[in-house]
């Protein structure tokens, strides 16, 4: 016997309630049984997206949201800022290159966030910038990005908008939508949200629907004014990944038991205790200065290899994290708190990674990870 | 109590086999056990598309494959014959018109196939046509076109392909990629494949694949090239859809048991024992002469409202089957038998729908629907 623990930044581990709703016999999607499950979810989204606007889905992954924010709301040649400084950071500069958009695009080193100076002076520079695009929680990297300050940069120009990749970001931390007047936030089914992947989500502002009404690039699968004015009659435009809705369903239930403010204390809770953790250990973060609340990412010692630590971590205790890509591959390991995951994951994860270290032939030296999360842990 | 049957064309029921398999708890899509996953529904998915090509998969609804097609293998202002003879046909028109084809639009009344002649003459005055769009089975109508014979016409041509939409096609009939030299084939998985949507399939031929080499129009998260190349080293471009992918070994394995042949053989004659069903109550099919065995399309009786057998169904019987689209709202119902459908369920649908009639104040007139079924599915 050995049990599978998934501690990565997505997919993330499903509840069984969720599981279980979604093994019941499909139905029909456009059955009056679909029309209720879908207004639930209309419902709970605007709550987890802390917004009056309506907000999209789609049967994709978290990168077809991205793509429909660039096809939807920009026309060819627009100038745009993308910041670029992990993965999904660069994903914005090739879709941006890929739809023909005259592209600066703002290097942030990895495991740093942009500086809000550096937007604010291009913005300065360009008055013809039309779109930020930027990264809640950059995944890749653990960090976050300060999206509230800039999206103050973008507020006070009536020709830019902020569009915001939040996939490890909604339901992870604060991203009220209308409070902070982001423009566009787009996230996935498997991260923050406790889903399979399959859907993909999008929510726009006022004034990301009038970008809407002038942009003229291509798209059709990805159309978000169909998909709005279907969603406003309480249906899809095209099939929807019905059992992921019927999922979705339940865990916005979940989601409104708990309390968003309670959903956002958890996570922070978490990534905290993680991160004490780990650095008790003596190890640093690769992102200190600005860590994401759904993912931590760690540089391993000297020594080791951080696809060892990875793969050790699989095959011999049965969990599942993240290693490094490109640049930052072997170099760092991510340890995700994101989801339907609780306090006893962290010991769970932590526990696991101690032992990993010492079949790698880390001296921890008396030091333990376990220990530092529990002192954040622990309730009384 | 009032148990639910499925008999619409898409969603179709999903076995219990396949919901307890995606009912286990997630894994992660970087990890050897999806690689292992994935290996075998590669294989199952060649087996199924009769081809030597690999099959693309994408976290979509069929919308997006077609899409795909589109924008992978064709340039602005190429020109390109759509046949539009139902709602999917008329689909292949928006989307070609949306990316700026020169589109000839072969009108065809809805309930007939396309005359091959037609395409034949059409391809003769023009030279410089680089693609025909066909649905195999035009779900919408109930209709099957002539696929083989205007891949034929295609096939002699060096710069045309033949781009099938084959929704409700693969796996209910014959549709044999290589050997009838189909250039691109798309299927969603909510229709023959049993699983609930969520996941769109495209397989390409060889000349298909130098059209994609040349092609100009922007495309990321549909991005064929980019998919073959992850698939041939065992994962996808973007997070897949895990659970739908487990559920789809699940069933490519029950296809291979049951054997593609034998697959198509009862559709078949799910189909046959449907029209005769209807016929033999005196009701006119919708698509007599070329009716697809996925669908059957059956003209209500003067002075019966389709919609109202569909809701009859659905509110008495608990039977959800569907009504007529458009041109042909409350005039036809569409009784599906795809997927996980067997010789019972036609005759389910049948008895329920002679229950609907008769409460609608159609008179039977000792006329059934049932006999006519039973003594075409009767095993002895």
Not at 128 to 140: K, P
Request: glycine share 8%; aromatic share 8%.
């Amino acid at each position: 016997m050995k049990k599978q623990y998934l501690l990565a930044p997505g997919p993330t581990p499903v509840p069984p309630r969720v599981l279980q709703a979604m093994s019941l016999p499909i139905i029909h999607h456009r059955a009056p049984a679909y029309k209720e499950v879908f207004e639930d979810v209309r419902e709970g989204l605007k709550y987890l997206f802390q917004t009056q606007q309506e907000v999209l889905l789609f049967a994709a992954s978290g990168t077809g949201a991205m793509e429909g924010a660039v096809a939807n709301l920009f026309s060819a040649g627009d100038k745009v800022i993308t910041v670029n400084g992990g993965k999904f950071g660069e994903r914005w500069g090739q879709i941006t290159n890929t739809f023909g958009l005259e592209v600066i695009t703002v290097d942030v080193p990895w495991g740093q966030a942009v500086e809000p100076r550096r937007i604010a002076d291009l913005l300065a520079e360009n008055d013809d910038v039309r779109g930020v695009f930027i990264q809640a929680s950059e995944t890749s990297t653990g960090v976050a990005h300060p999206v509230r300050e800039i999206a103050e940069l973008v507020r006070e120009r009536e020709d830019t908008i902020i569009v915001v990749d939040a996939i490890t970001g909604v339901g992870v931390f604060a991203l009220p939508l209308d409070a902070w007047g982001l423009d566009v936030v787009v996230t996935g089914s498997q991260k923050a949200l406790m889903l399979p992947p399959g859907l993909a989500f999008a929510a726009l502002s006022e004034k990301a629907w009038k970008f809407n009404a002038t942009s003229t690039l291509p798209r059709y699968y990805f159309d978000f004014a169909k998909e709005l004015k279907n969603a406003l009659k309480g249906q899809n435009a095209y099939t929807p990944a019905v059992s992921l809705v019927i999922g979705l369903r339940e865990v916005l239930a979940m989601i409104r038991e708990e309390g968003l403010e309670n959903v956002f204390a958890r996570h922070e809770r978490l990534a905290t205790a993680t991160r004490a953790g780990v650095q008790a250990l003596g190890l640093d973060l690769y992102a200190p200065d600005a860590p994401s609340n759904a993912v931590t990412a760690v540089c391993v010692p000297a020594g080791v290899d951080g696809q060892d630590v990875v793969k050790t971590l699989r095959t011999t205790y049965g969990v599942t994290i993240a290693g490094g890509q490109d640049q930052a591959k072997g170099k760092i390991i991510r340890l995700a708190h994101l989801g339907y995951v609780d306090d006893l994951d962290v010991i769970t994860g932590l526990g696991a990674l101690e032992m990993a270290l010492m079949d790698l032939g880390y001296d921890l030296n008396e030091r333990s990870a376990v220990r530092a999360a529990q002192m954040i842990l622990r309730r009384k």
